[in-house]
Nanobody
């Protein structure tokens, strides 16, 4: 399944954005989907992940815990990332990708990286 992120933009610190990850087919077949981000000059890092086969299974990076929420919609073949209380350090290009997991909190991207969507948080 091919995934494409969208919904980024410019927002002030403290504001909110909702990112969308649109799938070319059923998200169920992906098994799990993760949101990653890459800040300028830094490595890409996992932000959040959600199982697409089991209800209620999500995982968040410590730095977004309590501020971001990942969700899925089977009817729209999409995964979302609701980002609240945004900080300047949340600035970066956000990507979604199918992921695999070792069951102990590690996630591994499976597909190719799309263009991502740019999120810029101004102070």
């Amino acid at each position: 399944v091919q995934l494409q992120a969208s919904g980024g933009g410019l927002v002030q610190a403290g504001g909110s954005l909702r990112l969308s990850c649109a799938a070319s087919g059923s998200i169920f077949v992906a098994g799990a989907i993760g949101w990653y981000r890459q800040a300028p000059g830094k490595q890409r890092e996992l932000v959040a992940a959600i199982s697409t086969t089991t209800a209620g299974v999500t995982n968040y990076a410590d730095f977004v815990q309590g501020r971001f929420t990942i969700s899925k919609d089977y009817s729209k073949n999409a995964v979302y990332l609701q980002m609240n209380s945004l900080k300047p350090e949340d600035t970066g290009v956000y990507y979604c990708n199918a992921v695999d997991t070792n069951g102990v909190g590690d996630y591994f991207p499976l597909g190719s990286w799309g263009q991502g969507t740019l999120v810029t948080v101004s102070s």
